[in-house]
Nanobody, 124 residues
């Protein structure tokens, strides 16, 4: 079992930055692929970024590429999402998720564990 707790959301102006954190419980954190997803009001949840257990392989949604950076610290059981140059369309609840195996890293139906989410609001 893995429990995930997100933090770092809030209100920021367009062009600003936020860093989200996701703290994971359990001794096997380093074995999991970690991902960030988001869900905007009235929209389906969508993939944002994913990082493999070693950190060697990373993927981003096209909408955040070049602006967001995912990273992980396996000694701290934490995954991060650094968000720069934020836009109003980035407004959403951001969820941390974990799964075993890299296949399906961008498919929310294939994630094994979820946090409760943290709200990010970007004002124009």
């Amino acid at each position: 079992q893995v429990q995930l707790v997100e933090s770092g959301g809030g209100l920021v102006q367009a062009g600003g930055s936020l860093r989200l954190s996701c703290a994971a419980s359990g001794r096997t954190f380093s074995r999991y692929v970690m991902g960030w997803f988001r869900q905007a009001p009235g929209k389906e949840r969508e993939f944002v970024a994913a990082i493999i257990w070693s950190g060697d392989t990373i993927r981003y949604a096209d909408s955040v590429k070049g602006r967001f950076t995912i990273s992980r610290d396996n000694t701290e059981n934490t995954v991060y999402l650094q968000m720069n140059s934020l836009k109003p369309e980035d407004t959403a609840v951001y969820y941390c998720a974990a799964k075993t195996g890299w296949l399906g890293y961008s498919d929310d139906r294939r994630m094994d564990y979820w946090g409760k989410g943290t709200l990010v609001t970007v004002s124009s």
